[in-house]
């Protein structure tokens, strides 16, 4: 009886116990390499997709830059996509929504018999930065190193580059520290190398209560205003792909040949690390703190990063029609 109480009840939080009606297809481009892949594998093999009315047609892409530009020419509906990105497009008049998808952040790393013990120790060493003089967590982490006394962007000796590269660098010697994503992070974590700070420990530094999603679903209002349900019950089947990976190890076996994780450590890092990252909280408190990090990028980066407002445009976040049976539904299932 309870196993077939948990079906229903699943059946009404992604279907909302509207009328049987056609399956509406949803356009998704995706980054090859990231780990929304992996999300939309557990979608497909426990088939959340076909219960929530959709049929999801993906599109796939090898950077995230491809993805933002498949936003903007329309030929996908929706992706996965950095939140300064959709930020500062919309304070230019771009009106995209965002969904947090997750917060799992990278951290300034070292190898385990490095001097380095924090960010004040890096004045006058290489430090090698995933990404450009603008990549997000950068700034953050410049933002916060500041408030304690240290501009890194003159005090250390930067040097940028793609994260595989800055990678190889601080393994060969080449960098002291380097600043990358947090896949790349957690695979050095196998590999002889420490954190000194975090993304997330910068994030708290500028005040805020939880990490901030740095990325997420982005969508057009125009498209959300015409297909809400359609979003709404991709965004409950999202969930639900997140409760199995949260609760199940087993559902990582089956996900694991789509990871590209070397050893049995770095697997148990990428699980661990992106179960870190799901987003648990509600939009109203996701936003308010999204609010405090604008507001600190917007004074290290001005509106060369942010655009022509120094405050979070209030429409950026969406919030699903059907929030509280969502929440109800992934409360149940835990």
């Known amino acids: 009886m309870r196993a077939t109480l948990f079906q229903i009840f699943v059946a009404l939080c992604l279907a909302g116990s509207v009328p049987a009606r056609a399956t509406d297809t949803l356009r998704i481009g995706l980054q090859t390499t990231g ?19 959709l049929d999801l047609k993906i599109s796939e892409f090898a950077s995230p830059d491809a993805g933002k530009l498949a936003l903007n020419s329309g030929s996908v509906d929706l992706a996965v996509v950095d939140w300064l990105w959709a930020a500062r497009a919309r304070a230019l008049g771009a009106k995209w929504l965002f969904y947090p998808y997750s917060s799992a952040a990278g951290a ?35 933002a916060a190193a500041i408030r304690q006394g240290i501009d890194l962007k003159h005090a250390a000796k930067l040097e940028y580059g793609a994260p595989p590269l800055i990678s190889q660098k601080l393994q060969q010697g080449e ?54 349900s359609a979003i709404d019950r991709f965004i409950a089947a999202a969930q639900q792909a997140n409760d199995i990976m949260l609760r199940s190890d087993e559902e990582w076996d089956s996900l694991r040949p789509l990871m590209n994780a070397d050893d049995d450590r770095t697997f148990k890092a990428y699980r661990d690390r992106t179960r870190e990252g799901m987003p648990q909280r509600p939009i109203a408190a996701e936003e308010a703190d999204a609010r405090t990090l604008f507001r600190a990028l917007a004074n290290i980066g001005g509106a060369d990063l942010v655009g022509p407002s120094r405050e979070l445009d209030r429409g950026l976040y969406y919030q699903p029609a059907r929030a509280e049976m969502q929440r109800c539904c992934r409360e149940y299932i835990r």
């Open 175 to 228: 960098a002291e520290a380097s600043l990358n994503f947090w896949n790349f992070c957690a695979s050095l974590e196998t590999r002889g190398h420490r954190r000194i700070f975090d993304v997330r420990d910068a994030e708290a530094a500028l005040g805020l209560q939880q990490p901030v999603a740095l990325i997420g679903y982005v969508f057009s209002e125009q498209f959300a205003a015409t297909h809400e």
């Open 108 to 142: 300034i790393m070292v190898k385990d018999d490095s001097p380095i013990r924090g960010i004040k120790d890096l004045k006058g060493r290489v430090l090698g930065i995933a990404g450009g003089p603008l990549d997000k967590s950068w700034l953050i982490v410049q």
């Open 35 to 53: 780990t929304f892949a992996w999300q939309l594998d557990v979608i497909r093999r426990h088939g959340l997709a076909e219960d929530a009315g």
